[in-house]
């Protein structure tokens, strides 16, 4: 069997589309000097002639020709008789090449070169791999789902290439079955026992990003730009953006009418809840703009400690700090600024029990609202004992409520 018949023996080989014919045979002759170090030591000895358009090569032995009966290494000398017959105007010390075939290899040397041959395969093809996706990250790309495991997804995208995507990069609400076609963006690519992984993330910011080039024109032509994305994903997601053109309004042309452009990516999402924000370099105007939908009647803002203290009307605090304090933590991490709301009050104005949430748990309002008491003088008015009377809560509990609320009319 000569190289090229060897070669297409191999149907690891042929089938691989990731290596070219001349990549091939570069690295079938790094294998054969493989063989002949291990073999011999050193591959000096040896010609290796490859022809990349005939998919074959050729290996030529040199050996030094020796004055006759002073042969010591019969692998690499020859006597001068021995090399006249051959051609008559050889001299002693000239090389003599001698043509090295495959079926001058024994059985465990094929194998050998099969084996390396495929672990060469395989190295390059990964690395192809590695460098390709690694370019890509950020980018958005889909997959079919292959098969599930207990704490990943392993999706196959168009190019047969596998793409993980682990328990902590899907939103919380995601559930796939096998054959989903799932999108995700390009987070990392690992190597995992020699093999490249190709780590994807759907609870990343640039994912939303990527999604909102996608699904609006305006993003994806560079006419409105995505300044800052911040998300707790599967919950809720605040999204910055900027127009350079001022005919065009960024948050309307990225809401849509009715929210008809925003749809397609709060469903991607698991229902995510999205705010766009209108981007401005006047940061008063931005944190008030972040802390969307609350109206901010004033705020101060600490630039050494990087902190902002924002007074809103009672009625607006629910809305700053928002459900499980998702809002107010996103227009933090969206301005970069630590925000703290303060409810701004008139002396002689009531405030609903419900506007302190953020510090009185839900139950214990509802207690109160049951005896009537559903605004803070209405249980500032009356004295710790009656109200331990009326509700059964301790008066513990009840003297932290009591506190609470003087503090907000004191302040």
């Given at each position: 069997?000569?190289?090229?018949?060897?070669?297409?023996?191999?149907?690891?080989?042929?089938?691989?589309?990731?290596?070219?014919?001349?990549?091939?045979?570069?690295?079938?002759?790094?294998?054969?000097?493989?063989?002949?170090?291990?073999?011999y030591?050193?591959?000096?000895?040896?010609?290796?002639?490859?022809?990349?358009?005939?998919?074959?090569?050729?290996?030529?032995?040199?050996?030094?020709?020796?004055?006759?009966?002073?042969?010591?290494?019969?692998e690499?000398?020859?006597?001068?008789?021995?090399?006249?017959?051959i051609?008559?105007?050889f001299?002693?010390?000239?090389d003599?090449?001698e043509?090295?075939?495959?079926?001058?290899f024994d059985r465990?040397s094929?194998?050998?070169?099969?084996q390396?041959l495929?672990?060469?395969?395989?190295?390059?093809?990964?690395?192809?791999?590695?460098?390709?996706y690694?370019d890509?990250?950020?980018?958005?790309?889909?997959?079919?789902?292959?098969?599930?495991?207990?704490?990943?997804i392993?999706?196959?995208?168009?190019?047969?290439?596998?793409?993980?995507?682990?328990k902590?990069?899907?939103?919380?609400?995601d559930?796939?079955?096998?054959?989903d076609?799932v999108r995700?963006v390009?987070?990392?690519?690992?190597?995992?026992?020699?093999?490249?992984?190709?780590?994807?993330s759907?609870?990343s910011?640039e994912?939303?990003?990527?999604?909102?080039?996608?699904?609006?024109?305006?993003?994806?032509?560079?006419?409105?730009?995505?300044?800052?994305?911040?998300?707790?994903?599967g919950?809720?997601?605040?999204?910055?953006?900027?127009?350079?053109?001022?005919?065009?309004?960024?948050?309307?042309?990225?809401?849509?009418?009715?929210?008809?452009?925003?749809?397609?990516?709060?469903?991607?999402?698991?229902?995510?809840?999205?705010?766009v924000?209108?981007?401005?370099?006047?940061?008063?105007l931005?944190?008030?703009?972040?802390?969307s939908?609350?109206?901010?009647?004033?705020?101060?803002?600490d630039?050494?400690?990087?902190?902002?203290?924002v007074?809103?009307?009672p009625?607006?605090?629910?809305?700053?700090i928002?459900?499980?304090?998702?809002?107010?933590?996103?227009a933090?991490?969206l301005?970069?600024?630590?925000?703290?709301?303060y409810?701004?009050?008139?002396?002689?104005?009531?405030?609903?029990?419900?506007?302190?949430?953020?510090?009185?748990?839900?139950?214990?309002?509802?207690?109160?609202?049951?005896i009537?008491?559903?605004?803070?003088?209405?249980?500032?008015?009356?004295?710790?004992?009656e109200?331990?009377k009326?509700?059964?809560?301790?008066?513990?509990t009840?003297?932290?409520?009591?506190?609470?609320?003087?503090s907000?009319?004191?302040s």
């Amino acid at each position: 069997m000569d190289t090229l018949g060897l070669l297409e023996s191999f149907s690891d080989f042929k089938q691989d589309k990731n290596i070219d014919r001349v990549t091939l045979m570069t690295i079938v002759e790094e294998v054969f000097r493989g063989i002949f170090v291990k073999k011999y030591g050193s591959d000096e000895n040896f010609d290796i002639i490859v022809n990349a358009e005939k998919g074959d090569l050729e290996i030529w032995k040199n050996k030094r020709i020796v004055p006759n009966g002073e042969i010591d290494d019969k692998e690499f000398e020859i006597e001068l008789s021995e090399a006249l017959k051959i051609e008559p105007d050889f001299e002693i010390g000239e090389d003599f090449p001698e043509q090295v075939f495959i079926e001058d290899f024994d059985r465990r040397s094929i194998l050998a070169l099969r084996q390396s041959l495929i672990s060469k395969i395989k190295e390059y093809d990964n690395n192809i791999i590695c460098a390709k996706y690694s370019d890509r990250i950020g980018e958005l790309i889909s997959g079919d789902v292959h098969h599930i495991r207990h704490r990943e997804i392993i999706l196959m995208d168009d190019q047969d290439n596998e793409l993980v995507l682990s328990k902590e990069e899907q939103i919380p609400s995601d559930f796939f079955r096998k054959g989903d076609t799932v999108r995700a963006v390009i987070k990392d690519v690992k190597v995992r026992m020699g093999k490249p992984l190709i780590m994807i993330s759907r609870v990343s910011p640039e994912f939303l990003s990527r999604l909102f080039e996608l699904e609006i024109p305006e993003v994806s032509d560079g006419i409105i730009v995505i300044k800052n994305v911040k998300r707790i994903p599967g919950e809720k997601a605040k999204v910055a953006v900027e127009s350079f053109d001022d005919r065009i309004d960024p948050v309307g042309a990225c809401v849509g009418i009715k929210g008809s452009r925003i749809h397609s990516i709060v469903r991607e999402l698991g229902n995510e809840n999205i705010d766009v924000v209108n981007y401005t370099d006047n940061l008063k105007l931005y944190i008030t703009r972040a802390l969307s939908p609350a109206k901010v009647a004033s705020l101060t803002i600490d630039e050494e400690t990087k902190k902002v203290d924002v007074n809103l009307k009672p009625d607006q605090v629910s809305l700053a700090i928002g459900k499980g304090g998702f809002n107010i933590r996103l227009a933090g991490q969206l301005t970069g600024y630590e925000i703290d709301v303060y409810r701004d009050t008139d002396e002689d104005e009531d405030v609903s029990l419900t506007e302190f949430l953020d510090e009185i748990d839900e139950w214990i309002i509802d207690v109160f609202k049951n005896i009537g008491c559903d605004t803070a003088k209405s249980v500032l008015e009356l004295n710790v004992d009656e109200l331990a009377k009326r509700t059964d809560l301790e008066e513990q509990t009840i003297i932290e409520v009591q506190n609470i609320l003087k503090s907000e009319f004191e302040s």
